[in-house]
T-cell receptor, first 112, second 114 residues
Framework: QKEVEQDPGPLSVPEGAIVSLNCTYS??????FMWYRQYSRKGPELLMY????GNKEDGRFTAQVDKSSKYISLFIRDSQPSDSATYLC????????????FGKGTRLSVIA | IAGITQAPTSQILAAGRRMTLRCTQD?????MYWYRQDLGLGLRLIHY???????GKGEVPDGYSVSRANTDDFPLTLASAVPSQTSVYFC?????????????FGPGTRLTVT
């Protein structure tokens, strides 16, 4: 089992839908959780960052972390065609110079 | 312009040839990384460097080498390219290695080995 599992999709939704993207992980030492967005033929860019458990909201985006279940989610409300991209989760343990561990990414298409 | 630059943007390379992918950052970040991204396999870490003068192996280091002579540059060398090294290569940097630090990615190099 890989440390981080993410359904690759593709996921296709109509404009305005609520999107739920998820990752599970096996390493209980992970404390920092990130979501990156990658547009086609571009490098990934940080979208959301959370520490430990709980929720974080930024506009239409909400990141949730459930450490007891080793499960993280990214919700997109009122999805737009401009949200069409690949979303990658990433996580790391407490500071120790260990690089981030990435999920494989979920490709999302929002259809107008 | 602050950020990470990669060169070349794309390259077609004959198998057996040597190739160096260049990566430069101007953010004075301590840590730098090289990833390859393949359809269905996601981002896979090749090599990383937590500070100038040190390097470490990632998930898929075979066939690749790196050096970190200074803070800004982190070249990736394919000593003798093989078709399985056809991929999109991303360089990234972060203020420190590991922990809570965001990684900033370059635009990528598309490499085709024939």
């Amino acid at each position: 089992q890989k440390e981080v599992e993410q359904d690759p999709g593709p996921l296709s939704v109509p404009e305005g839908a609520i999107v739920s993207l998820n990752c599970t992980y096996s390493n209980s030492a992970f404390q920092y959780f990130m979501w990156y967005r990658q547009y086609s033929r571009k490098g990934p860019e940080l979208l959301m960052y959370t520490y430990s458990s709980g929720n974080k909201e930024d506009g239409r985006f909400t990141a949730q972390v459930d450490k007891s279940s080793k499960y993280i989610s990214l919700f997109i409300r009122d999805s737009q065609p401009s949200d069409s991209a690949t979303y990658l989760c990433a996580m790391s343990a407490v500071p120790g110079n260990t690089p981030l561990v990435f999920g494989k990414g979920t490709r999302l298409s929002v259809i107008a | 312009i602050a950020g990470i630059t990669q060169a070349p943007t794309s390259q077609i390379l004959a198998a057996g040839r040597r190739m160096t992918l260049r990566c430069t950052q101007d953010m004075r970040h301590n840590a730098m990384y090289w990833y390859r991204q393949d359809l269905g396999l996601g981002l896979r870490l090749i090599h990383y460097s937590n500070t100038a003068g040190t390097t470490g192996k990632g998930e898929v280091p075979d066939g690749y080498s790196v050096s970190r002579a200074n803070t800004d540059d982190f070249p990736l060398t394919l000593a003798s390219a093989v078709p399985s090294q056809t991929s999109v290569y991303f360089c990234a940097s972060s203020p420190q290695g590991g922990g809570p630090y965001e990684q900033y990615f370059g635009p990528g190099t598309r490499l085709t080995v024939t």
